[in-house]
């Protein structure tokens, strides 16, 4: 089978968007297909496009044995509605110019930017005469008026529900990444509940395992977390939990990522005077993230409290899960209970920063339990989440179409 992957975001941009895409394609290709990937320019979250990708419009190259086409992006960060508006219409346009350098195809998958990766998508369908599977990362446009980026009652937000049950209708395939989004995609926007396949994002076990031992010379605690500094995140809650934590000298905590949020956290940590958190602000590889994870005792989840339970799953949880690291989850909803099921963390209320210093110190002073919920989490993701096995389903969610 030949897939064609539209993803805007693909490493090394960071982010849970370009993680799916990378490893659907992997799992696609571990499972005997050929899989190609109409990319943007290496921008997110930063804006700073790589020095080999500039004054050029297409870049064709190998990441992984799979076939990368990249094509232009203006070097915007990823900050603000009107700069990530730029950058999608941006791909939408320019990713059509990849289509010289597609051959022969046998379905399109529309991995990301949600919803508007759709639309080029089914040029190259119509082109090609194959279908078109949907991604569906986050729902659009409902969690961007969740975060505050977009108006219930705007003109904006209205045009972006019409192009939302435009494709949702429209796709031939529609692959959630949680159940809790099935609800919203069958039932407000009428998509059939029979194209509807939900496939979890999976991680990559050959870059992410535990390594059991720690490197680090001194007997620290380490608390971590990993990923994009967004506003979806509570970084004031983990914060406040540090301060409250100064007196436990052997507690550290490691905020690693890239993001708009980053100067925000390092003034809060001057303000606050918080001596015991340490702030990495660069892309570092996903060998390196797996590195980092593996020195911590202890990971969070710390999502922003908007008032409403989360729908989708961080994809940043499985590779948590995969390094046998216990996880303090910090909000309500599908993440929550994900973590509840699988017995791999503690799971508080978000914005509790009291109650999360409670849960750290609870993991310092029982480590067989901390042990225990690492492991369960480790062995939840080999039986249920590895690329391949996340690859065959969504070979075998393809080859559906095919009858059609």
Same mark, same amino acid.
């Given at each position: +089978?030949?897939?064609?992957?539209? $993803?805007? @975001?693909?490493?090394?941009?960071?982010?849970?968007?370009?993680?799916?895409?990378?490893?659907?394609?992997?799992?696609?290709?571990?499972?005997?297909?050929?899989? *190609?990937?109409?990319?943007?320019?290496?921008? !997110?979250?930063?804006?700073?496009?790589?020095?080999? !990708?500039?004054? %050029?419009?297409?870049? &064709?190259?190998?990441?992984?044995?799979?076939?990368?086409?990249?094509?232009?992006?203006?070097?915007?960060?990823? %900050?603000?509605? #009107?700069?990530? +508006? /730029?950058?999608?219409?941006?791909?939408?346009?320019?990713?059509?110019?990849?289509?010289?350098?597609?051959?022969?195809?046998? /379905?399109?998958?529309?991995?990301?930017?949600? =919803?508007?990766?759709?639309?080029? #998508? &089914?040029?190259?369908?119509?082109?090609?005469?194959?279908? /078109?599977?949907?991604?569906?990362?986050?729902?659009?446009?409902?969690?961007?008026?969740? =975060?505050?980026?977009?108006?219930?009652?705007?003109?904006?937000?209205?045009?972006?529900?019409?192009?939302?049950? =435009? #494709?949702?209708?429209?796709?031939?395939?529609?692959?959630?990444?949680?159940?809790?989004?099935?609800?919203?995609?069958?039932?407000? @926007?009428? $998509?059939?509940?029979?194209?509807?396949?939900?496939?979890?994002?999976?991680?990559?076990?050959?870059?992410?395992?535990?390594?059991?031992?720690?490197?680090?010379?001194?007997?620290?605690?380490?608390?971590? !977390?990993?990923?994009?500094?967004?506003?979806?995140?509570?970084?004031?809650?983990?914060?406040?939990?540090?301060?409250?934590?100064?007196? @436990?000298?052997?507690?550290?905590?490691?905020?690693?990522?890239?993001?708009?949020?980053?100067?925000?956290?390092?003034?809060?940590?001057?303000?606050?005077?918080?001596?015991? *958190?340490?702030?990495?602000?660069?892309?570092?590889?996903?060998?390196?993230?797996?590195?980092?994870?593996?020195?911590?005792?202890?990971? =969070?989840?710390?999502?922003?409290?908007?008032?409403?339970?989360?729908?989708?799953?961080?994809?940043?949880? @499985?590779? !948590?899960?995969?390094?046998?690291?216990?996880?303090?989850?910090?909000?309500?909803?599908?993440?929550?209970?994900?973590?509840?099921?699988?017995?791999?963390?503690? *799971?508080?209320?978000?914005?509790?920063?009291?109650?999360?210093?409670?849960?750290?110190?609870?993991?310092?002073?029982?480590?067989?339990?901390?042990? %225990? +919920?690492?492991?369960?989490?480790?062995?939840? *993701?080999?039986?249920?989440?590895?690329?391949?096995?996340?690859?065959?389903? +969504?070979?075998?969610?393809?080859?559906?179409?095919?009858?059609?």
């Amino acid at each position: +089978m030949r897939v064609l992957i539209i $993803a805007q @975001y693909f490493p090394p941009d960071m982010g849970g968007g370009a993680t799916r895409a990378f490893n659907a394609a992997k799992g696609l290709k571990a499972n005997g297909c050929d899989v *190609v990937v109409v990319a943007a320019f290496p921008h !997110y979250p930063t804006g700073n496009i790589p020095r080999e !990708y500039r004054w %050029r419009i297409v870049r &064709v190259e190998h990441v992984a044995g799979i076939k990368v086409i990249r094509t232009f992006v203006p070097p915007l960060a990823s %900050r603000g509605l #009107a700069n990530r +508006m /730029v950058l999608f219409l941006s791909f939408v346009v320019s990713s059509l110019l990849a289509l010289p350098f597609v051959s022969r195809i046998d /379905v399109v998958w529309a991995a990301n930017p949600n =919803i508007l990766s759709f639309f080029p #998508a &089914v040029v190259f369908g119509l082109l090609k005469r194959c279908p /078109v599977a949907l991604n569906v990362d986050d729902l659009w446009p409902e969690d961007v008026h969740l =975060i505050g980026l977009l108006k219930k009652d705007s003109i904006t937000f209205k045009i972006a529900e019409l192009l939302a049950r =435009i #494709a949702y209708n429209k796709a031939s395939l529609v692959t959630p990444i949680s159940p809790g989004y099935v609800r919203i995609i069958s039932g407000k @926007y009428g $998509a059939s509940p029979r194209k509807v396949r939900v496939i979890r994002g999976g991680v990559d076990l050959s870059k992410f395992k535990p390594t059991y031992g720690k490197p680090t010379e001194k007997n620290e605690f380490i608390v971590l !977390y990993s990923g994009a500094f967004s506003i979806a995140y509570d970084f004031d809650q983990v914060l406040k939990a540090a301060k409250l934590l100064e007196n @436990y000298e052997d507690i550290k905590f490691i905020l690693q990522g890239g993001g708009e949020l980053v100067d925000y956290v390092k003034r809060r940590i001057e303000k606050l005077k918080i001596r015991n *958190v340490k702030v990495i602000d660069k892309i570092i590889s996903r060998e390196e993230v797996a590195r980092l994870l593996n020195e911590a005792d202890a990971v =969070i989840l710390p999502l922003k409290n908007f008032g409403k339970p989360y729908l989708g799953i961080s994809t940043k949880l @499985y590779e !948590y899960q995969a390094v046998a690291k216990p996880i303090i989850c910090c909000c309500e909803g599908q993440p929550a209970d994900y973590v509840k099921e699988t017995k791999s963390g503690i *799971v508080i209320k978000p914005g509790d920063y009291k109650s999360l210093a409670k849960a750290i110190i609870y993991l310092k002073q029982n480590p067989e339990i901390a042990l %225990r +919920m690492g492991l369960s989490g480790r062995c939840y *993701v080999e039986a249920n989440l590895t690329i391949d096995k996340i690859g065959l389903q +969504m070979k075998k969610a393809f080859e559906t179409l095919k009858h059609k």
